[in-house]
């Protein structure tokens, strides 16, 4: 069964960079596209971006300035920086599965990432 | 690229049927086959329901069904049950090859 697990700081200053790392368990890293997206307490899901296992990337318009997304095909993980933080990215950060020609269709459970001095 | 345009709360009587819409450009929902839905409970991951604009994973219940056309896409849930009470996202790919989702939409069974 695919699992995905997000981990990283609950906690951020801002200004400061936000880094997640999202572990994956039951599939190859080298099957599917991955991604990471946020959702601000009580708001809607905003996508941030996505990575391919050969290092192919796209991001949100809005964030690509501030985001990188990597991946690491020898531990079957992949990452999440986020640049220059304000209050405005305090959200839960999910990351998911997307295979080939498919939806999101296996999810982390999200993590609470609160900016905050 | 602006979210995809969803009502905020639908609501409905058991047994009933309900549709959301998700109202985008012909740069995402408009122009490609690729608009999902997902149903999001309170302090869940989403879970999806619906893709490709009217496919259904194994295991999502039949009385969830979804269409399109022109630059709206539409949830409907025939059949209404208290567990169909949540929060519903659609989602379209792009034509600068991302992602974007709706507004949102909380469903409410009266």
């Known amino acids: 069964q695919v699992q995905l697990q997000e981990s990283g700081p609950g906690l951020v200053k801002p200004s400061e960079t936000l880094s997640l790392t999202c572990t994956v368990s039951?599939?190859?890293?080298?099957?599917?596209?991955w991604s990471w997206i946020r959702q601000p307490p009580g708001k809607g899901l905003e996508w941030i971006g996505y990575?391919?296992?050969?290092?192919?990337?796209n991001y949100n318009p809005s964030l690509k300035s501030r985001v990188t997304i990597s991946v690491d095909t020898s531990k079957s993980q992949f990452s999440l920086k986020l640049s220059s933080v304000t209050a405005a990215d305090t959200a839960v950060y999910y990351c998911?599965?997307?295979?080939?020609?498919?939806?999101?269709?296996?999810w982390g459970q999200g993590t609470l990432v609160t900016v905050s001095s | 690229q602006s979210a995809l345009t969803q009502p905020a709360s639908v609501s409905g009587s058991p047994g009933q049927s309900i549709t959301i819409s998700c109202t985008g450009t012909?740069?995402?929902?408009?122009?490609?086959?690729?608009v999902s839905w997902y149903q999001q409970h309170p302090g869940k991951a989403p879970k999806l329901m619906i893709y490709d604009v009217s496919n259904r994973p194994s295991g999502v219940s039949n009385r969830f069904s979804g269409s399109k056309s022109g630059n709206t896409a539409s949830l409907t849930i025939s059949g209404l049950q208290a567990e169909d009470e949540a929060d519903y996202y659609c989602t379209s790919y792009t034509s600068s090859s991302t992602y974007v989702f709706g507004t949102g939409t909380k469903v409410t069974v009266l």
């Open positions: 990575i391919y296992y050969s290092g192919i990337t």
């Open positions: 012909s740069s995402d929902v408009g122009g490609y086959n690729y």
């Open positions: 039951g599939d190859s890293i080298s099957s599917s596209y």
């Open positions: 998911a599965r997307k295979p080939i020609g498919k939806p999101f269709d296996y």
